[in-house]
């Protein structure tokens, strides 16, 4: 199975920008289509956004849309999540997930300060 470590995650005032990334282990990363979720604190987990396996495609919740953006480097078998225009809800632990394995990584924190 894909191993996966977020990272990139931080405290940033609102208006501001992150960029997180997500390191894949394995041969198999640039199978799979892969993902971006977070889970805030008492809430479930939701899914941010989604990238086709060759990154042609990609999804995103209507809660980040225009504000986020999620891309791969197949080569490097990195997932990323650009974050822009950041608000007190983005604040939330973010993972990110392969389509082709049940495990999650440990996730990184995003804190966003008003």
């Known amino acids: 199975q894909v191993q996966l470590v977020e990272s990139g995650g931080g405290l940033v005032q609102v208006g501001g920008s992150l960029r997180l990334s997500c390191a894949g282990s394995?041969?198999?990363?640039?199978?799979?289509?892969m993902a971006w979720y977070r889970q805030a604190p008492g809430k479930q987990r939701e899914l941010v956004a989604q990238i086709g396996s060759a990154g042609g495609s990609t999804n995103y919740a209507d809660s980040v849309k225009g504000r986020f953006t999620i891309s791969r480097d197949n080569a490097k078998n990195i997932l990323y999540l650009q974050m822009s225009s950041l608000k007190p809800e983005d604040t939330a632990v973010y993972y990110c997930?392969?389509?082709?394995?049940?495990?999650w990584g440990q996730g990184t924190q995003v804190t966003v300060s008003s």
């Open positions: 997930k392969s389509a082709g394995s049940e495990s």
């Open positions: 394995g041969s198999t990363f640039s199978w799979f289509a």
